[in-house]
């Protein structure tokens, strides 16, 4: 018997009887962050980590029944010591690592390696097999330091003050308006979506120090064309605000996606793995096995058995094909 398996209903422990980001309605699941395609209602209990409980039940309902527990922190589900790891994705994002009978599995969800500086960094767990996502697993994907794509954002900003422009950074309210915020926040006046305010709130009451912003709903007329506004659309912004847009995303490395109209312009910021980090993750883990998930599943797996792993893709894993698309997932 595999300690881990891949069903319909998403990732399963026998030993346990429990799933991990189930895609189905499920007894028991374990997730890894909030992020809609790994946290889905309809489970009848949920473990979590403590930074993600507030912005579940905010996602999934306020009744949600979520247990938390806290990074390093063993619980067993009958004979099986489960334990979550920081992802280094967002706030509260998880690696789960399943123990039996000795043997060590360590299911990543979404993770990236680079510090954002508000989430919890990545951390290698050690163990015979690693379940790895992939979705920027090819080597074109690299990222620049977070403190140079920050420059970069912080400079068209001010250019398009010159001009007295709005400026609107497309991103998903939960993981990128953080970490956007937290880069940003006291450079100027800066404004969120009311979804991302929310989201923050939830945040802020699971301990996560994300910076105090305004919601846009509060701007002046007068302080429209000086604000950075964060937002998932434009839904909220008044139709006299003369705007210019850019997506921040890992998709903007490849140049079909710059292109896209859009957006105005793109920054490569991701909250994914590149490259070199995908393969300093696997390595760290010390793993034998490697279970390539999520992306570019085949390319990866292939990469990895050529310099000596045991590695293969998931089961009814979900291959990046050409008709990527931007999500949650950049």
């Known amino acids: 018997m595999k300690l881990l398996e891949f069903r319909k209903e998403g990732i399963y422990c026998e030993a346990g009887d429990f799933y991990i980001d189930p895609m189905k309605s499920v007894s028991r699941a374990v997730i890894t962050h909030a992020h809609s395609d ?4 309809g489970m009848k209990s949920y473990l979590t980590h403590t930074q993600s409980r507030e912005v579940l039940r905010l996602r999934l309902g306020k009744n949600l029944p979520v247990e938390t527990v806290g990074y390093n922190e063993p619980v067993f589900m ?13 706030p509260g994002a998880s690696q789960v690592r399943v123990e039996y009978k000795g043997e060590v599995w360590v299911a990543s969800g979404d993770y990236k390696t680079d510090n954002d500086g508000l989430s919890e960094h990545f951390e290698a767990v050690k163990c015979h097999t690693f379940i790895t996502e992939s979705t920027f697993g090819l080597p074109i994907f690299r990222w620049k330091p977070q403190e140079e794509t920050g420059n970069e954002i912080l400079h068209w900003w001010q250019r398009n003050q010159e001009y007295g422009h709005a400026s609107i950074l497309f991103a998903y309210s939960l993981g990128k308006a953080q ?22 709130a939830a945040l802020r009451k699971d301990g996560v120090a ?18 950075l506004l964060i937002s998932p659309n434009v839904n909220g912004i008044p139709e006299s605000v003369t705007c210019r847009t850019a997506n921040c995303s890992g998709w903007m490395t490849l140049s079909r996606f710059r292109s896209r109209g859009n957006a105005d312009a793109g ?19 010390g793993a034998e096995n490697i279970i390539v998930n999520h992306g570019y599943t085949t390319a990866l797996s292939r990469y990895l ?9 998931a089961p009814n894993h979900n291959e990046m094909k050409n008709q990527e698309i931007l999500t949650e997932r950049g």
Request: hydrophobic share 40%; net charge positive; no cysteine.
């Open 305 to 313: 058995t050529e310099k000596g792993w045991n590695a293969m893709p």
């Open 267 to 285: 920054f490569v910021l991701s909250d994914h793995a590149d490259w070199p980090g995908l393969l300093s993750a696997i390595t760290g883990t």
């Open 38 to 41: 790994h946290a889905r209602a």
């Open 179 to 200: 970490r956007l915020i937290h880069m940003l926040h006291d450079k100027g006046i800066v404004a969120v979506h009311p979804t991302i305010f929310d989201t923050n």
């Open 78 to 90: 009958g004979p099986v010591k489960v334990s979550l790891h920081p992802s280094g994705h967002l």
């Open 210 to 227: 994300v910076p105090e912003v305004r919601s846009m709903a509060t701007l002046k007329p007068e302080e429209w064309k000086k604000a």
